[in-house]
């Protein structure tokens, strides 16, 4: 490792998790910087048991604020576990759907945890930290599962699972103006590799005032972003410095309401919406993640080569006129007949019209195709389209 490098010390025993449960609803979890949020204003809400700010100003500005400049947010609520031994990339070749032994060092990779029966169990970004050494960033509400599946599949191989979530802070730099700000931020030094020079899904190491920081360049906003990873403890400084070096360049803090509203404009999908345990990868339109090219078999081949049945729902987008949104859970009508569901709906900041997620019948995905959202009892209609509904200016 170098001097720099982001490496959070273990604190479990080989292939073991936590046996701490996920907090109760009336207990919800504090991020580190609970109060910074608390200071600035923030409403919270109780996000995967986690207490987490929803906005500071109003969605639609902070919303505005990441697509024309920069936002910041607290993601801290996200899961990091470490997988380190001599056999983590053939351990992770099974464990994922991916294939993670192809990743270079500092390189990420978006990639599936599946059930046997080919269903989704977290979809997740593994960091390469080096020969040896990854870094499984999971969605916060599946901690607990996606440490036990990994733990579970490890038993063959020569690795150590370390559940590191507890010691580690994830800030995220999102929007045109992200990299600006990071590279003004005073106590930022030693990047192996320069913010401009860094590619899309790698990371460098670095530190902030003598702490050890790794910064990825990835996001869930469609917009160019950072996503650092610093022990928790340092994160307070971590979040003031880079809102000291936003502020000449607009950046503004961001909850998760504009959060969810930029990742359905770049037709990302929400675990527990588009995603879960009952949905295949292609139906999620996510078929390319999974890598049956790759030697050795790995947990879900045998499903995901069978494939879905062919009256499987598949994952589209849909846009609609005026002002009303479909939201989760809405029926699809094709005339009299029920063909599907919204996962996820909301009047686009971005684009000032409806636009929504939804899985319909196969046979009406075809974009162009025309339906019907019940909104409240009333029919509104609605486009098939290609996703993602905005995609940023290269």
Not at 28 to 44: C, K, N
Not at 380 to 392: C, D, E, G, I, N
Request: aromatic share 8%; proline share 5%.
């Amino acid at each position: 490792m170098t001097e720099g490098e982001f490496h959070p010390q273990p604190c479990l025993q080989e292939n073991s998790v936590t046996d701490a449960l996920p907090p109760s609803e009336t207990h919800p979890r504090q991020s580190p910087l609970h109060d910074v949020h608390a200071a600035a204003g923030a409403s919270f809400t109780d996000f995967a048991g986690w207490m987490m700010p929803v906005r500071y100003s109003s969605d639609l500005a902070e919303h505005h604020a990441v697509r024309d400049a920069a936002g910041i947010f607290d993601i801290s609520h996200m899961a990091e576990i470490r997988v380190d031994g001599p056999d983590a990339a053939a351990f992770l070749d099974y464990a994922l759907a991916g294939k993670l032994s192809a990743v270079a060092t500092d390189q990420a990779k978006y990639s599936l945890l599946l059930d046997t029966a080919g269903g989704i169990i977290d979809d997740l970004v593994a960091y390469r930290r080096g020969d040896n050494s990854y870094l499984v960033v999971a969605n916060a509400g599946n901690r607990v599962p996606v440490a036990e599946a990994l733990a579970s599949r490890a038993a063959e191989f020569d690795v150590t699972v370390t559940d590191a979530s507890d010691e580690i802070s994830l800030i995220a730099v999102q929007g045109p103006r992200s990299r600006e700000i990071v590279e003004a931020t005073v106590g930022i030094v030693g990047l192996t590799l320069a913010l401009d020079e860094l590619k899309y899904y790698w990371s460098t190491n670095g530190r902030f005032d003598g702490v050890p920081l790794m910064v990825g360049r990835t996001g869930y906003t469609g917009e160019d972003g950072f996503e650092l990873y610093i022990q928790a403890d340092a994160a307070a400084s971590l979040w003031a410095a880079l809102t000291t070096a936003g502020e000449p360049f607009g950046l503004v803090p961001a909850g998760l309401a504009s959060r969810d509203t930029l990742r359905l404009e770049a037709g990302m999908p929400l675990y527990g919406h588009e995603l879960g345990l009952d949905t295949l990868p292609v139906q999620a339109g996510l078929g390319r993640v999974v890598n049956l090219k790759k030697e050795g078999d790995f947990v879900g081949r045998n499903a995901s080569e069978v494939g879905a049945p062919e009256t499987a729902r598949v994952l589209v987008g849909l846009t609609s006129e005026g002002k009303r949104a479909g939201r989760a859970g809405y029926a699809v009508f094709n005339g009299d007949d029920e063909v599907g569901a919204i996962t996820s709906g909301a009047l686009s900041p971005t684009l000032g019209h409806p636009i929504a997620m939804a899985y319909v019948d196969p046979g009406l995905s075809a974009p162009g195709t025309t339906l019907a959202i019940d909104v409240r009892g009333s029919r509104v209609a609605a486009s098939v389209v290609t996703l993602p509904f905005y995609k940023r200016e290269a």
